[in-house]
């Protein structure tokens, strides 16, 4: 006798319990939407207000019921079994999602069995990993269009791949490109890493927007910047807004200098590129964010953690959306050994002495690291006594004077960096218009027309480019 089949009864139709008076030509959607689901158990000669109604036991009818089971694909794993005069069909969680019969895919919900609509069906097949995103070849975006040499030569650089090496068979071997027919396309990866693509839609929503907030919520945005060039750019841009608008300590030594960011650069990075590498690229309504708040800064990706990790075993496993996006990111050592990334935010932050970050799990994931008070923040001097013991005091106003000598030094230096960016961006941007003017620099820029004035008239008297025209109807266009 069955376990508990008065229990059964008495509690009807649930999620994991089907009854059906026969075998009808609804039993394969029932089955295939168990297998779909997280299993189940069809009792055959029980009626809807589980009342044992009985049904045909005998060996021919069991292997109808076979056989019909046998028509979905792939083949689910059950067991039937025969109690009295009903017949007990055991449908075991399937291994390869998702299963279908001729009448399409089935999902268990509550104690329906409900058919898949496409846009379900797409949303069933991301969440059991049949899709990836970051694999899928791009019919329209050919390579032969908007490559990004720059990017592309500062990853195999990075990655230590030897140049001398063919560019389509590398890439072919990072698994960012193939073909579509005969034309060669970029993979999605592919495009994320290798593609110019700051002034199209197509992947505006794989880019990182960084706000500065006034106060601890979003009411008030005193500085805000959107990345949105190739994955690893858009990384090191937002790296470089947070360390500008966070809090710097100095520790001086003699007329040496360590600045100390007042949260750990390491943890922030680890958790910008764990945003960039884990969120859910098929959801084009968000971007990643990162927040800087007077209380604490937030990085928040959509798509939150992947199926399988639970909040008990959050941190310990790994399991990648984006495994191919994950293993570009692993070659040029932007992330470490796989399931190591939230240990080593939080090893980061012991080791600085700051509290742990906070994590959120939701439809959206969330790191969240607090901030220390402003007078927690000040210029050290490192003083060694007589007898050989160092001491952390004020710096005096020499040092003072040299650290501020160096902070506008590298202000000098990242000014530099700017202008050495630009001119590639406009070089770039002209080989790929015809007339390009002051104005459509300085937009895309953010910077003033002055200083693109500027910027040009030094590009054009190192021979780079060439101005076409006076006033304002000048243009430029590549030196030949």
Known sequence: MIKDFDVILSEGESY?????????????????????????????????????????VSNLARSRIQDTINQIEPRPKVNIDVYDNIIVITVFEGENKPYSCSKGFYLRSGPNSQKLERDSIIEFFQNEGRIRYDEIVREDLPISERFNETA?????????????????????NLNCIGFVGDKLCFTNVGALFFRINDEDTVFRHAGIVCALYKGTDKAYILDAKEFNGDIVSNVDDAMIFLKKHLKISYKIETLQRQNILELPEDALREAVVNAVCHRDYFEKGARVMVEIYDDRVDIVNPGGVCKGITPENFGTISIARNSVLASMLHRINYIEQMGTGIMRMKNAAKEAEVAEPKFELSGFFKATFNRL????????????????????VPANKQLIAKKQAMETSDRNSKSKRLTSDSKRFILSYIKRHSETKISDFSARLNLSQARIRAILQEMVSDNLIEKVGNNRYAHYVIKR
């Open 373 to 392: 008070e402003t007078s927690d923040w000040q210029a050290i001097e490192i003083q060694k006594a007589s007898d050989g013991k160092t001491s952390e």
């Open 16 to 56: 994991k319990i089907e009854f059906k008076e026969s075998a009808d030509k609804s039993l394969p959607s029932e089955v295939c939407a168990f297998a779909n689901a997280s299993g189940g158990r069809i009792f055959i000669g029980v009626n809807d207000s589980g009342k044992v109604v009985g049904t045909d």
């Open 152 to 172: 592309y030569k500062r990853y195999i650089k990075l990655a230590q791949i030897s140049d001398v090496l063919e560019k389509e068979a590398i890439l072919r």
